[in-house]
T-cell receptor, first 114, second 111 residues
């Protein structure tokens, strides 16, 4: 059972456009929601993360929007650049006895055309 | 450099062989993980250790055996390799309740 559902599977955006990737979860006990960026041949790297007590977090061109009642969160990449072309993973974790195990979405392949 | 380092980066081997992948982290994290990433990029957790104790053991063939000699190291040994084991294997570490730091991966190809 997929704990975190991510869409779209792939996304093509023109340079300067806004890239939006969406994720949904079921378990209301999740308390940490990170996004990871993975370039070919590299491991996923933490990009930005949010906890459910805030509705938005912005770091540079990257923003997470979080809707607790809808159990959804999304990544917005403003002014998308060719260098942003990568695979993006959303994730969610539980604290407590799971010791923060992350449940990953299936990933979104983002291509930004120059 | 502070990091999660895993070796080797590439591993090509024949079916039936036994191989090991090593992982070390110098971040002072207390939890380490092994993930398998298939050709569709899906990240599937295999094992997790906290302070040398196994805490997550997903449905993985028992040909896969993790070993954690200390909390900075988590190795993965694979017996009797099969074609379906071909994938990229990632080691990761974390402080409890925070994000992971991943290694750069080991691309295993079984021929």
């Amino acid at each position: 059972q997929q704990q975190v559902k991510q869409s779209p599977q792939s996304l093509i955006v023109q340079k300067g456009g806004i890239s939006i990737i969406n994720c949904a979860y079921e378990n209301t006990a999740f308390d940490y929601f990170p996004w990871y960026q993975q370039f070919p041949g590299k491991g996923p790297a933490l990009l930005i993360a949010i906890r459910p007590d805030v509705s938005e977090k912005k770091e540079g061109r990257f923003t997470i929007s979080f809707n607790k009642s809808a159990k959804q969160f999304s990544l917005h990449i403003m002014d998308s650049q060719p260098g942003d072309s990568a695979t993006y993973f959303c994730a969610a974790s539980l604290g407590g006895s799971t010791l923060g195990r992350l449940y990953f979405g299936r990933g979104t392949q983002l291509t930004v055309w120059p | 450099d502070t990091a999660v380092s895993q070796t080797p980066k590439y591993l090509v081997t024949q079916m039936g062989n036994d191989k090991s992948i090593k992982c070390e982290q110098n971040l002072g994290h207390d939890t380490m993980y092994w993930y398998k990433q298939d050709s569709k990029k899906f990240l599937k957790i295999m094992f997790s250790y906290n302070n040398k104790e196994l805490i997550i053991n997903e449905t993985v063939p028992n040909r896969f055996s993790p070993k954690s000699p200390d909390k900075a190291h988590l190795n993965l040994h694979i017996n009797s390799l099969e074609l379906g084991d071909s994938a990229v294997y990632f080691c990761a570490s974390s402080k409890t309740g925070a994000g992971y730091t991943f290694g750069s991966g080991t691309r295993l190809t079984v021929v």
